[in-house]
């Protein structure tokens, strides 16, 4: 396999490296040293060993809270407002409800059917108190998501897994690889990269500078070459290292849907042929900070290729948190992961419970 070197300017890096010929993710020249220990700093890696279940837990459960601090706060707001002064659920304080909901991006079908369960279903003495009613909204936000279709089964054991990243250029899909590579790293297991954007030189060597962050092999081919035979590449590699997970990066803008599908339908082949033995799936990553955007983008894909799941991106950088209920629940998609900041650790498995109880409590 052949390795190019990338163009330096053309995309973003993963944040504390510095890019080619000493130049920081900016292209402003810089010191060596000032570089490698940035990234030094920034390249920590968690210990192999994984923490006590609990530590584990409180550990997701505060990087859930602070990736969703904007969505809460403007939303615990604009509650508070609604509720303020107000010891009945009348038809002025739901349309308020109504209103909040809207805004923080859960759409209008969601935001409608969950504040018709909170009009049927809260008690006097919810009513009369905005705290327990928030409380209530919580329960039935999970309820509605726990009604929706589930996450796919737990990977078999002894099984490999291929994971097919798709999304539009833009939304952290290369990051997003990085977080699922560091997830499997975490749960011990031994994790393989494939850059299969080959339409993007940065693509190639953002990820190649994220695999040697995580201690993770990148296979790679230069700038144009054939995705599918990058995939190929990887899946024998795969089979050869007997790795556990396999993250294919795809290319997200084509000129036009019918390129994209071909391409797509190309390294599909390549996958049911050469990992029919395999798990595999087809992850599709979303912009959180798009809102409405971001479902049109979902429809998009649905078309192209079977998605079964979603991984929301940039959750920690938008006000518009609700998304996660409106993908859900709009596109009958199951939503897998959170990405709740810009480290690589900074990926959450998607849990109803938790995830109203941060945004609601």
Same mark, same amino acid.
């Given at each position: 396999?052949?390795v ?6 053309d995309?973003?890096?993963p944040a504390g490296?510095?890019a080619?010929?000493?130049r920081d ?15 030094q ?10 923490p006590?279940?609990?530590a584990?837990?409180?550990g ?5 809270r602070r990736g969703?601090?904007?969505t809460?706060t ?7 407002a ?11 304080t ?22 018709e ?11 009369s108190?905005?705290a ?9 936000m999970?309820g ?5 279709p ?11 897994q ?22 499997a ?5 031994r ?16 990820l ?6 995580l ?6 081919q ?7 035979a990058?995939?190929f590449?990887?899946?024998?590699a ?8 396999l993250?294919?990066d ?7 849907k019918?390129?994209?599908m071909?391409? *797509? ?5 390549v996958?049911d ?9 087809? *992850? ?6 798009t ?6 983008q ?11 799941g ?6 920690d950088?938008?006000a ?14 199951p939503?897998?992961?959170l990405?709740?900041g ?7 498995e998607?849990r109803?419970?938790?995830f109203a ?5």
């Open positions: 396999m052949t190019m070197t990338p163009d330096a300017g995309d973003e890096r490296r510095a080619p010929g000493g993710p900016q292209g402003v020249p810089r010191q060596a040293g000032a570089a490698a220990g940035g990234a700093e920034a390249l920590e890696l968690a210990p192999e060993a994984r006590p279940e609990e584990e837990q409180r997701i459960w505060q990087k859930l969703l601090t904007m809460h403007e939303l615990i707001d604009k509650l508070g609604a509720f303020e002064g107000r010891a009945v659920l009348d038809d002025a739901l349309e308020y409800l109504e209103e909040a909901l809207i805004a923080a991006d859960l759409g209008v079908d969601t935001s409608l059917a969950l504040v369960r909170v009009k049927r279903n809260a008690t006097r003495d919810q009513a108190s905005p327990r009613l928030r409380k209530l909204l919580a329960d039935e999970a509605l998501l726990e009604e929706l589930r996450r796919p089964a737990r990977e078999a054991a002894g099984l490999p291929l994971t097919l990243v798709v999304g539009v250029n833009g939304v952290g899909k290369t990051t997003s690889i990085a977080k699922l590579a560091r997830l790293q975490q749960r011990g297991q994790v393989l990269i494939a850059a299969a954007d080959t339409f993007r030189a940065a693509a190639i060597e953002q190649s500078l994220w695999g040697e962050r201690g993770v092999e990148v296979i790679r230069p700038f144009g070459a054939d995705p599918a990058v995939v590449d990887a899946i024998q795969g089979r050869a290292r007997r790795v556990d997970q993250q294919v795809t290319a997200g803008r084509q000129h036009t019918e390129h994209l071909a391409e *797509l339908g190309k390294v599909r082949r996958i042929r050469e990992a029919a033995d395999w798990q595999r799936r087809t *992850l599709l990553v979303l912009d959180a900070t809102g409405q955007n971001a479902l049109a979902a429809r998009t894909f649905s078309q192209v290729v079977p998605v079964d979603v991984l929301l991106a940039k959750l950088g938008t518009k948190g609700g998304m996660a209920v409106a993908v859900a629940r709009e596109l009958a998609l939503v897998l992961y990405g709740v810009e480290s690589a650790d900074d990926l959450v998607f109803p419970r938790e109880a941060a945004l609601l409590g």
